[in-house]
């Protein structure tokens, strides 16, 4: 849904026009103090779908599709790596660190997928790199990354890290999947 400037900014005038107006002196004090509630109520309730249109557009113009890209994270790992932090790189450029508490680890090892990312790139050739550390195999501090290169289009580039246990090599394994 695209939202119109205009619309937008007309609908900001109408509410300051709106706030201006002054309830007609013909009423008593009450009827008066009635009606400057209704209109506050009112003014209200149009700010708030105000501020709502407001925060589509600013997502729209912030990420547009043909430049923007989301980047999620899902584990299913349990014997062989837990997960402590992840650093991501996007062409070379850290994009985003984090530090993953014991009850973000616990949602996802149930199923639970983060949005690490949210951003935009130019359309070309582009490579992350995503640094996992965490105790592995025998407790030892365990730092592993891995590193993908995709294509950016014209429309929003889906990628997730995933982490997963692989029991033939009894360590884990780092996969990046890629959708449009």
């Known amino acids: 849904m695209k939202i119109d400037v205009v619309k937008v900014t007309l609908r900001i005038l109408l509410i300051v026009m709106a706030m201006i107006l002054v309830t007609p002196a013909g009423f008593s004090a009450e009827n008066r103090g009635a009606a ?32 923007q ?3 999620f994270l899902s584990t299913d790992v349990g014997n062989y790596f837990k997960l402590d932090s ?5 062409d070379e450029k850290v994009v985003a660190n984090y530090l993953y508490t014991q009850q973000e680890r616990e949602a996802l090892s149930r199923g639970g997928v983060q949005r690490l990312y949210i951003g935009n790139v130019k359309k070309g050739k582009r490579e992350i790199v995503a640094v996992f550390k965490g105790p592995g195999p ?6 592993r990354g891995t590193t993908h290169v995709f294509e950016k289009g014209s429309g929003t580039k889906y990628l997730e890290l ?12 780092f996969i990046v999947k890629e959708w449009e």
């Open 69 to 71: 890209i989301a980047i």
């Open 162 to 173: 995933k982490i997963t246990d692989v029991s033939q090599k009894l360590q884990p394994e």
């Open 36 to 67: 400057l509630d209704d209109k506050v109520q009112s003014l209200k309730s149009e700010v708030m779908k105000l501020n709502r249109d407001l925060f589509i557009l600013e997502e729209e113009l912030l990420f547009p599709t043909s430049t």
């Open 138 to 143: 025998n407790g030892r501090e365990y730092s």
């Open 86 to 90: 992840v650093q991501l790189k996007i």
